[in-house]
């Protein structure tokens, strides 16, 4: 909302300093009544100007100042604007004074008056265009504050409501009560994994982060449950590689591709179907890939579901820009006969 194109900084850029050369000529130009001199002395000594505020304003201050790096912009800071003093001292003396106001007296080239003149003139116009960036930088960052916070609580909402679905859950009890008919041995276990499932679902959404096992542990439930309704006619392959303590992500950053995996892949009640899905862990990053099968002679064709079925790989996608911003790779791929996600994120390490 806030951040400036090009062209916007172009624009802004152009009025401020024809406004700054105006205002400097008329001003310095008062005494003599002589303002196109004046002009033309602003006009031909204001390049180094405004390099500086550009090194300063574009390219320093997205560096040093907004990544917290303080002391190094004050030292780099320093150092510019006595360099740049130094530059607009020699044009000053070497260009302006002998080829153009050969009538002006010069001054010794390392006049510390002259010098210090330079350095607040600097200092001066540099000010509004350093205060403006940092006020589009805090309303930026306080407007993404804002849309994380909004596109969580959508999250949050999306999951409570019908992240477990009702319709899946009644389908597990269904299975449950045929395994208790059958005094089976799983009906406690099936029992536990559902009380996991809701607790995870219910509570622990609400936190800003899970830890990664909890995660592939809830991730783990959701499959067996799904098992005991397909095992007869789907292939399921999942496969943890690496050190997954220690880190925490995002809660329902995984299941999201899982659902719609299930959900495109057994469309077709007939035929047979599989999903294989592998999670690895290397040097802070997870890389998460799910394949799935797709119907053979069947025209569905995949997509990153929105619906109120779930929360949805759109939803992920949209949380995964706000939250891991350059941080994260995403890619998906419809090929004919299966469906691909692979997911790239950088993780928190808290051990």
């Known amino acids: 909302m806030y951040k400036l194109s090009i062209t916007q900084k172009v624009k802004l850029y152009s009025v401020y300093w024809i406004g700054y050369i105006l205002l400097l000529s008329l001003i310095q130009g008062m005494p003599d009544k002589d303002f196109l001199t004046s002009l ?16 300063i304003v574009e390219v320093l201050m997205p560096q040093l100042i907004f990544k917290r790096r303080s002391a190094e912009f004050i030292l780099i800071y320093v150092l510019l604007i006595l360099f740049f003093a130094f530059i607009q001292r020699l044009i000053d003396n070497q260009l302006i004074i002998r080829y153009f106001m050969k009538h002006w007296q010069p001054e010794p080239l390392f006049s510390v008056p002259v010098y210090l003149y330079n350095v607040i003139k600097l200092q001066f116009v540099v000010t ?37 679905q009702p319709h899946f859950l009644f389908n597990v009890l269904n299975s449950l009560y045929l395994k208790i008919l059958d005094k089976s041995n799983d009906s406690a276990e099936i029992v536990l994994k559902i009380s996991d499932l809701l607790r ?16 592939i542990l ?14 007869n006619r789907l292939e399921m392959s999942l496969s943890v ?35 294989t899905i592998s999670i690895n862990v290397n040097d802070d990053w997870l890389v998460v890939k799910i394949e799935n099968s797709l119907p053979e002679d069947s025209l569905v064709t995949q997509v990153a579901d929105t619906s109120k079925s779930g929360v949805g790989i759109a939803n992920v996608q949209r949380r995964l820009e706000l939250l891991y911003p350059d941080q994260h790779q995403l890619t998906v791929k419809n090929n004919v006969s299966s469906f691909f996600v692979s997911l790239k994120l950088k993780m928190n390490n808290v051990a």
Request: aromatic fraction near 14%; proline fraction near 3%.
């Open 128 to 164: 509004i265009p350093l205060a403006l960036k940092l006020f589009y930088h805090l309303a930026e960052e306080k407007s993404k504050v804002q849309a994380i916070q909004s596109e969580k609580l959508q999250a949050e909402l999306f999951s409570l409501r019908s992240q477990l």
């Open 40 to 55: 033309t002395n602003e006009l031909l000594s204001v390049g180094p100007r405004i390099v500086f505020v550009l090194l």
């Open 200 to 215: 995870f679902s219910v509570y622990d959404v609400n936190r800003k982060t899970v830890s990664l096992e909890e995660e």
């Open 241 to 275: 590689f690496g050190k997954v303590d220690g880190y925490h992500i995002e809660p329902f950053l995984i299941l999201p591709f899982v659902e719609n995996s299930y959900k495109y892949c057994l469309s077709d009640a007939h035929s047979m179907a599989w999903i």
């Open 218 to 231: 809830y991730l783990k439930n959701y499959i067996d449950l799904q098992q005991l309704r397909f095992d």
